[in-house]
Protein backbone atom coordinates (compact mmCIF):
# COMPACT_ATOMS: atom_id res chain seq x y z
CA UNK A 1 0.00 0.00 0.00
CA UNK A 2 2.71 2.16 0.81
CA UNK A 3 4.24 1.81 -2.53
CA UNK A 4 0.92 3.01 -3.86
CA UNK A 5 0.79 5.60 -2.86
CA UNK A 6 4.89 6.68 -3.21
CA UNK A 7 4.11 5.61 -7.14
CA UNK A 8 1.42 7.87 -7.39
CA UNK A 9 2.79 10.80 -5.77
CA UNK A 10 5.77 10.30 -7.88
CA UNK A 11 3.41 10.38 -11.25
CA UNK A 12 1.48 13.39 -9.66
CA UNK A 13 4.33 15.45 -9.89
CA UNK A 14 5.63 14.22 -12.67
CA UNK A 15 2.78 14.77 -14.63
CA UNK A 16 2.38 18.61 -13.29
CA UNK A 17 6.32 19.45 -14.09
CA UNK A 18 6.44 20.88 -10.38
CA UNK A 19 8.57 20.06 -7.54
CA UNK A 20 12.15 18.73 -8.35
CA UNK A 21 12.30 16.88 -4.74
CA UNK A 22 8.83 15.39 -4.86
CA UNK A 23 10.30 11.47 -5.16
CA UNK A 24 12.42 12.57 -1.72
CA UNK A 25 9.75 14.04 -0.33
CA UNK A 26 7.44 10.67 -1.02
CA UNK A 27 10.12 8.69 0.60
CA UNK A 28 10.82 10.74 3.36
CA UNK A 29 7.02 10.38 4.28
CA UNK A 30 6.97 6.69 4.03
CA UNK A 31 10.03 5.82 5.55
CA UNK A 32 11.40 8.54 7.83
CA UNK A 33 8.34 10.83 8.77
CA UNK A 34 7.60 8.31 11.54
CA UNK A 35 10.60 9.27 13.41
CA UNK A 36 11.82 12.65 12.24
CA UNK A 37 10.55 16.06 11.73
CA UNK A 38 10.88 17.27 8.19
CA UNK A 39 9.97 20.53 7.07
CA UNK A 40 8.25 20.74 3.63
CA UNK A 41 7.46 17.06 4.10
CA UNK A 42 3.86 17.42 5.98
CA UNK A 43 3.53 14.25 7.46
CA UNK A 44 7.17 14.00 8.90
CA UNK A 45 5.76 14.43 12.48
CA UNK A 46 8.14 11.86 14.01
CA UNK A 47 9.56 12.54 17.31
CA UNK A 48 11.73 9.84 17.83
CA UNK A 49 14.94 11.32 16.43
CA UNK A 50 15.95 14.35 15.33
CA UNK A 51 14.02 17.47 13.75
CA UNK A 52 15.83 17.29 10.35
CA UNK A 53 14.98 21.32 10.24
CA UNK A 54 18.75 22.91 9.30
CA UNK A 55 20.70 19.83 8.81
CA UNK A 56 22.43 21.11 5.61
CA UNK A 57 24.02 23.57 7.92
CA UNK A 58 24.87 21.23 10.61
CA UNK A 59 29.17 20.35 10.62
CA UNK A 60 28.56 17.11 11.78
CA UNK A 61 25.54 14.18 11.90
CA UNK A 62 24.79 11.90 13.59
CA UNK A 63 27.08 13.03 16.24
CA UNK A 64 30.25 11.24 14.17
CA UNK A 65 30.33 12.06 10.31
CA UNK A 66 31.53 15.54 8.66
CA UNK A 67 28.10 16.61 7.09
CA UNK A 68 27.83 16.46 3.09
CA UNK A 69 25.96 15.00 0.87
CA UNK A 70 27.71 11.86 0.30
CA UNK A 71 27.86 11.04 3.85
CA UNK A 72 23.82 11.54 3.89
CA UNK A 73 23.06 9.47 1.35
CA UNK A 74 25.09 6.65 2.44
CA UNK A 75 24.14 7.80 6.47
CA UNK A 76 20.13 7.43 5.29
CA UNK A 77 20.45 4.13 3.33
CA UNK A 78 22.85 2.17 5.66
CA UNK A 79 22.90 3.66 8.91
CA UNK A 80 23.96 0.48 10.78
CA UNK A 81 26.91 -0.27 8.27
CA UNK A 82 28.14 3.62 8.77
CA UNK A 83 27.73 2.98 12.81
CA UNK A 84 27.10 -0.13 13.96
CA UNK A 85 23.88 -0.07 17.03
CA UNK A 86 22.70 3.31 16.69
CA UNK A 87 19.46 3.93 17.44
CA UNK A 88 18.02 4.47 13.54
CA UNK A 89 16.98 1.15 11.53
CA UNK A 90 18.12 -0.06 8.22
CA UNK A 91 16.10 1.85 5.78
CA UNK A 92 16.00 -0.46 2.46
CA UNK A 93 16.53 2.58 0.34
CA UNK A 94 18.34 2.41 -3.10
CA UNK A 95 21.48 4.05 -3.04
CA UNK A 96 19.25 6.11 -5.64
CA UNK A 97 16.88 6.73 -3.52
CA UNK A 98 19.06 7.50 -0.36
CA UNK A 99 21.09 10.29 -2.86
CA UNK A 100 17.61 11.81 -3.62
CA UNK A 101 16.92 12.73 0.13
CA UNK A 102 20.08 13.48 0.68
CA UNK A 103 20.00 16.32 -2.16
CA UNK A 104 16.65 17.09 -0.69
CA UNK A 105 17.84 17.38 3.04
CA UNK A 106 20.94 20.01 1.73
CA UNK A 107 18.12 22.17 1.13
CA UNK A 108 17.27 22.56 4.59
CA UNK A 109 19.58 25.49 6.02
Not at 69 to 93: I, K, S, Y
Request: overall charge positive; aromatic content about 4%; proline content about 6%.
Amino acid sequence: MRWLIVISLLALGACAGGDPHAQAKALIAGRCGACHQVPGVASATGRVGPSLSGIASQQIIAGHFRNGRDTLARWVTHPQAMLPGNAMPETGLSAAEGRAIADYLATLD
